[in-house]
């Protein structure tokens, strides 16, 4: 069994910093990604960032030269800088890792997902 465990988000100003970290444990063969997403109260859940394993990354328009993703293969481990937070950033974020364990057959693929950490900025 695979789980992710997050850390970090709570309460910011407007224009001040948060980091965000969610490490993955379990029996890991091997993570192809990790990544964020975030829901907001009465919006749907999106995509902020992800990184891939070669270190490949993929942010929404709304938090680019703003947000910083990165992961660190050896620990599992994936990070999100979140710098000039803005209100709209309010949201609870989910950390997410796309996964190879060994099941009964074998090795298997398996999307992952935290439980979520608020992050709120007040403005």
């Known amino acids: 069994q695979v789980q992710l465990v997050e850390s970090g988000g709570g309460l910011a100003q407007s224009g001040r910093s948060l980091s965000l970290a969610c490490a993955a444990s379990?029996?890991?063969?091997?993570?192809?990604?990790m990544g964020w997403y975030r829901q907001a109260p009465g919006k749907e859940r999106e995509l902020v960032a992800h990184?891939?394993?070669?270190?490949?990354?993929v942010y929404v328009d709304s938090v680019k030269d703003r947000y910083t993703i990165s992961m660190d293969n050896a620990k599992n481990t994936v990070y999100l800088q979140m710098n000039s937070l803005k209100p709209e950033d309010t949201a609870v974020y989910y950390c997410?890792?796309?996964?190879?364990?060994?099941?009964?057959?074998?090795?298997?693929?398996?999307?992952?997902w935290g439980q979520g950490t608020l992050v709120t900025v007040s403005s």
């Open positions: 997410y890792a796309g996964v190879n364990t060994v099941g009964p057959s074998g090795v298997r693929y398996l999307d992952i």
């Open positions: 379990g029996i890991i063969v091997s993570i192809n990604r």
């Open positions: 990184v891939t394993r070669s270190g490949s990354t």
